[in-house]
């Protein structure tokens, strides 16, 4: 799953040994997993801080927790350390961390993400515009975000209605509604005023 090279190990081992924790690991996840904003991240793991469902790597007195939702953006991530004239470089590259990956398990988030990327977005863009998902409510109320030459747009309330959530309240049942955030007023790069 996840390579964390010799010179990788060495660094994190030093870093993790100036914490004066005992039993003090690393904890990997991707945040937005399979979207364009993913994000591939290393923290601190404290014993105790580690999830149940998390999976467990030893390194060469390294351990490492990577967390379970994240795994599939994980494989073939590498970390590496590459020394410079600064002191050095910790870098994480994770190929699929943006790649949309949903199985019927998947969380209503990553289902409503992949729909936005793969099916509603394309389209979008043709008009230089996009959405985001700001939030997912307790209540399963999808928060999306427009922006590019949707935001602004006089059109975006029929872009919203007819196209957007009818999309994603057919495929996704769960989802109770959808609800537009966008600050609309701002039309400096609106596709259609």
Sequence with gaps: ?????????????????????????????????GTPKAETCIAFCRPGEEQDDDEVFQYDGLKAFVEAKSKVYLEEAVVDFSKDSMGGQLTIKAPNSRMPKISDDSSLQD????????????????????????????????VLQFGGGCQGCGMVDVTLKDGVEKTLLEQLPELSAVKDITDHSIQENAYYK
Excluded: W
């Design 1 to 33: 799953m996840i390579k964390i090279t010799e010179s990788g190990q060495k660094y994190l081992r030093d870093l993790l040994a100036k914490q004066d924790c005992e039993g003090i690991a690393i904890r990997v996840f991707v945040l937005d997993g």
């Design 111 to 142: 289902k409503i993400n992949y729909i936005l990327y793969s099916e509603i977005n394309p389209g979008l863009q043709s008009h230089g515009g996009h959405v985001t998902l700001e939030e997912l409510t307790e209540d399963n109320v999808a």
